[in-house]
Nanobody, 130 residues
Framework: QGQLVESGGGLVQAGGSLGLSCAAS????????MGWFREAPGKEREFVAA????????DYADSVKGRFTISRDNAKNAVFLRMNTLKPEDTAIYYC???????????????????????WGQGTQVTVRD
Protein backbone atom coordinates (compact mmCIF):
# COMPACT_ATOMS: atom_id res chain seq x y z
CA GLN A 1 0.00 0.00 0.00
CA GLY A 2 1.41 3.34 -1.06
CA GLN A 3 4.20 3.11 -3.62
CA LEU A 4 6.67 5.77 -4.66
CA VAL A 5 8.40 5.66 -8.04
CA GLU A 6 11.17 8.10 -8.92
CA SER A 7 12.24 9.20 -12.37
CA GLY A 8 14.45 11.80 -13.99
CA GLY A 9 17.91 10.87 -12.82
CA GLY A 10 20.87 10.85 -15.13
CA LEU A 11 24.29 12.22 -15.97
CA VAL A 12 24.93 15.96 -16.03
CA GLN A 13 27.92 18.26 -16.16
CA ALA A 14 28.86 20.29 -13.10
CA GLY A 15 26.94 23.54 -13.10
CA GLY A 16 24.04 21.98 -14.94
CA SER A 17 20.48 21.25 -13.90
CA LEU A 18 18.31 18.20 -13.49
CA GLY A 19 14.74 17.54 -12.40
CA LEU A 20 13.49 14.54 -10.48
CA SER A 21 9.89 13.37 -10.22
CA CYS A 22 8.17 11.01 -7.84
CA ALA A 23 4.82 9.44 -8.57
CA ALA A 24 2.85 8.20 -5.58
CA SER A 25 0.04 5.69 -5.41
CA UNK A 26 -2.30 5.07 -2.52
CA UNK A 27 -4.70 7.28 -0.65
CA UNK A 28 -2.39 8.92 1.89
CA UNK A 29 -0.28 11.14 -0.37
CA UNK A 30 -2.24 14.31 0.35
CA UNK A 31 -1.76 13.93 4.09
CA UNK A 32 1.93 13.11 4.05
CA UNK A 33 5.01 15.26 4.29
CA MET A 34 7.09 14.34 1.26
CA GLY A 35 10.83 14.53 0.92
CA TRP A 36 13.98 13.64 -0.94
CA PHE A 37 17.00 11.89 0.47
CA ARG A 38 20.25 10.84 -1.15
CA GLU A 39 22.86 8.19 -0.59
CA ALA A 40 26.37 8.46 -1.97
CA PRO A 41 28.72 5.46 -2.16
CA GLY A 42 30.13 4.66 1.26
CA LYS A 43 27.95 7.24 3.00
CA GLU A 44 24.74 7.15 4.98
CA ARG A 45 21.46 8.21 3.49
CA GLU A 46 20.99 11.91 4.12
CA PHE A 47 18.12 14.36 4.07
CA VAL A 48 17.91 16.71 1.09
CA ALA A 49 14.56 18.47 1.17
CA ALA A 50 10.98 18.17 2.40
CA UNK A 51 7.63 19.77 1.73
CA UNK A 52 4.52 19.81 3.88
CA UNK A 53 1.27 18.09 2.90
CA UNK A 54 -0.25 21.37 1.73
CA UNK A 55 2.94 22.53 0.05
CA UNK A 56 3.06 25.64 2.18
CA UNK A 57 6.22 24.80 4.09
CA UNK A 58 9.51 23.49 2.78
CA ASP A 59 12.84 22.66 4.30
CA TYR A 60 16.30 22.09 2.84
CA ALA A 61 19.62 20.70 3.89
CA ASP A 62 22.23 23.44 4.14
CA SER A 63 24.25 21.79 1.36
CA VAL A 64 21.49 22.30 -1.22
CA LYS A 65 19.73 25.43 0.01
CA GLY A 66 19.48 27.99 -2.76
CA ARG A 67 20.23 25.41 -5.46
CA PHE A 68 17.44 22.83 -5.09
CA THR A 69 13.68 23.39 -5.05
CA ILE A 70 11.09 20.89 -3.88
CA SER A 71 7.46 21.10 -5.00
CA ARG A 72 4.39 18.93 -5.13
CA ASP A 73 1.16 18.55 -7.06
CA ASN A 74 -1.43 16.88 -4.85
CA ALA A 75 -3.92 16.60 -7.70
CA LYS A 76 -1.41 14.42 -9.55
CA ASN A 77 0.03 12.65 -6.50
CA ALA A 78 3.50 13.83 -7.46
CA VAL A 79 6.48 15.49 -5.85
CA PHE A 80 9.40 17.08 -7.66
CA LEU A 81 12.96 18.15 -7.03
CA ARG A 82 14.55 20.76 -9.25
CA MET A 83 18.32 20.75 -8.94
CA ASN A 84 20.36 23.66 -10.25
CA THR A 85 24.07 24.46 -10.17
CA LEU A 86 24.87 20.82 -9.60
CA LYS A 87 28.21 19.86 -8.10
CA PRO A 88 30.13 16.56 -8.24
CA GLU A 89 29.39 16.10 -4.53
CA ASP A 90 25.68 15.94 -5.42
CA THR A 91 26.34 12.57 -7.06
CA ALA A 92 24.20 9.96 -5.30
CA ILE A 93 21.15 7.79 -5.52
CA TYR A 94 18.16 10.02 -4.80
CA TYR A 95 15.17 8.61 -2.95
CA CYS A 96 11.65 9.94 -2.69
CA UNK A 97 10.13 9.44 0.76
CA UNK A 98 6.99 10.11 2.74
CA UNK A 99 6.45 10.81 6.42
CA UNK A 100 3.30 11.09 8.53
CA UNK A 101 4.98 13.81 10.61
CA UNK A 102 3.41 17.20 10.03
CA UNK A 103 6.01 19.60 8.69
CA UNK A 104 5.41 23.09 10.00
CA UNK A 105 7.51 26.15 10.86
CA UNK A 106 9.45 25.59 14.07
CA UNK A 107 9.34 21.79 13.87
CA UNK A 108 13.08 21.42 14.20
CA UNK A 109 15.38 19.06 12.35
CA UNK A 110 14.75 15.81 14.21
CA UNK A 111 12.15 14.68 11.70
CA UNK A 112 14.86 14.52 9.04
CA UNK A 113 16.12 11.22 10.41
CA UNK A 114 15.19 8.30 8.15
CA UNK A 115 13.45 6.46 11.00
CA UNK A 116 10.59 8.97 10.80
CA UNK A 117 9.94 8.24 7.11
CA UNK A 118 7.87 5.15 6.38
CA UNK A 119 7.45 5.28 2.61
CA TRP A 120 10.38 4.98 0.22
CA GLY A 121 10.93 4.75 -3.49
CA GLN A 122 13.49 2.56 -5.18
CA GLY A 123 15.84 5.44 -5.95
CA THR A 124 17.22 7.08 -9.07
CA GLN A 125 20.88 7.71 -9.85
CA VAL A 126 22.19 11.24 -10.31
CA THR A 127 25.76 11.61 -11.50
CA VAL A 128 27.45 14.99 -11.80
CA ARG A 129 30.58 14.99 -13.89
CA ASP A 130 33.31 17.49 -13.12
Amino acid sequence: QGQLVESGGGLVQAGGSLGLSCAASGGTFGTYTMGWFREAPGKEREFVAAISASGGTDDYADSVKGRFTISRDNAKNAVFLRMNTLKPEDTAIYYCAGSPILLAPGLGRGYRQTVYWDKWGQGTQVTVRD
